[in-house]
């Protein structure tokens, strides 16, 4: 996803997909709603957590804890529907793209998490680890 906040200044930024957990949730069934949500994918088979991260981020001049789990996740098809998105992530995204591994890693764009690409590749080469790697800024 991009995304684009005139409160955060000029130019914009690539993420994978998420978002919050509600109270109650597993995070497993969150990423699943969080899938549906931003892309429309209601059937993926959803894999271990692989990273976690622990960040602030600003969003709309707020400032907000996240703590990311990343999953390992297949769709079944590229088509991105934007249908159940937030009033926020309508103002904020301005675009969806799915990119290789390869083309993370070449991309001259502003990426999270940081090295993404090389974390991907390193998954795909290694297979996912025994336990969530912790990533750092």
Excluded at 5 to 32: I, K, N, Q, Y
Aim: hydrophobic content about 40%; charged content about 30%; aromatic content about 8%.
């Amino acid at each position: 996803m991009r995304f684009e906040d005139d409160a955060t200044g000029p130019g914009g930024w690539w993420c994978t997909v998420g978002g919050g957990v509600d109270e109650g949730e597993a995070l497993e069934d969150a990423a699943r709603r969080e899938l549906f949500e931003e892309t429309g994918h209601a059937e993926v088979d959803l894999g271990p957590v692989v990273w976690i991260r622990e960040h602030i981020l600003t969003v709309e001049g707020e400032p907000r804890r996240m703590v990311e789990h990343y999953f390992l996740a297949t769709a079944f098809h590229e088509e991105v529907i934007d249908h159940h998105w937030t009033e926020l992530e309508r103002r904020v995204v301005k675009g969806m793209q799915w990119w290789s591994p390869e083309d993370i890693a070449i991309s001259a764009e502003t990426i999270f998490p940081e090295g993404l690409g090389d974390l991907l590749q390193a998954l795909l080469r290694d297979g996912p680890p025994a336990t969530p790697r912790v990533l750092r800024r």
